[in-house]
Structure formats: C-alpha cells, structure tokens
C-alpha cells in the first residue's frame, strides 16, 4: 500500500529526474527520508561528471552521508525513481539504509525485483526493506520518452 508520504517524495524524486533529462542524463531521480525529512537528493550525472558512479542513488547517499555527518544512513528511506541496479543496491546494503522504494521497475538491470533479487540473499550483514511500483507509470512514462526522443535524434 502506497502513502501519501511515498506519493509526495516519488513526486520530488521524479521532478529531479525530470531535471536529469533536461541536461541530457538518464532520467533517475532519487531522495533521502530521515525522520519524515527529506535530507537529501540526487539525480543521474554520470554523464556530466564523468563519474559512472554517479547515479541518482549514489549521488543522494553521498550528500545524506554529509549531512548526517555519518557513514551509515541507519533509520534512512531512500526513493528513486526506477529500480536499482546492483551497485546502488550494494552502496545501500554498506549505508545501512533502512527502506528503498522505487517507481519503474528496471528489467535489463533492476537488482531487487526484476533481474536479481539481491534482498533475498542472506549473506548480507544487512537487510533492507524495500517496495516498488509507487507512481509507476509515470516513473516508466519518463524513461520511455527519454529514450524515445534520443532515438529520433539520432535518425
């Protein structure tokens, strides 16, 4: 069952993907939640910062890290607009972050539902909670016309 929490910070997630989209980034966007607060946000730059470490994730996790003063993001909530791939899975498993809830499934590369189900191996020292599908449509509706557009450029 979706919030109407989930709702409202999918909604940021999604308009910082929008802005990803904008300087030509793959549209992720993505939030940190503590204690009902968003304390940070991300949006791909890989591209930008010639970083491909650089995803939405990474770049919301780093800035929580700052503000929090902390490595670890225990009690965090991370929302992103589409599914994570396994290095952002595997940065959320070291961050200890609490929940992940995205939008758009991600079937070439999505490490929690799609391709891998990363949570379900109990070797981690950490497990996270996670959900997806909130504001899906509009999530994959963001991602399909991205690359829609791109594939018009280039003809």
Not at 5 to 21: G, S
Not at 88 to 108: D, T
């Amino acid at each position: 069952m979706t919030s109407v929490a989930d709702t409202a910070f999918m909604t940021r997630a999604l308009e910082l993907a929008k802005y990803a989209a904008e300087h030509g980034e793959v549209p992720v966007g993505a939030v940190i939640v503590h204690e009902g607060m968003i304390i940070a946000e991300g949006y791909n730059q890989p591209i930008s910062s010639c970083d491909p470490t650089a995803h939405a994730e990474v770049v919301a996790m780093r800035r929580a890290c700052a503000t929090l003063n902390n490595y670890r993001l225990t009690g965090c909530e991370l929302y992103v607009t589409i599914e994570p791939c396994t290095m952002c899975v595997g940065a959320m498993v070291h961050a200890r972050i609490k929940r992940v809830i995205f939008g758009a499934l991600e079937p070439r590369a999505g490490a929690l539902q799609s391709q891998f189900q990363l949570m379900e191996n109990s070797s981690y020292n950490h497990s996270i909670a996670w959900n997806g599908g909130v504001l899906a449509e509009q999530c994959a509706a963001m991602m399909a016309d991205f690359f829609r557009q791109k594939r018009s450029i280039k003809k």
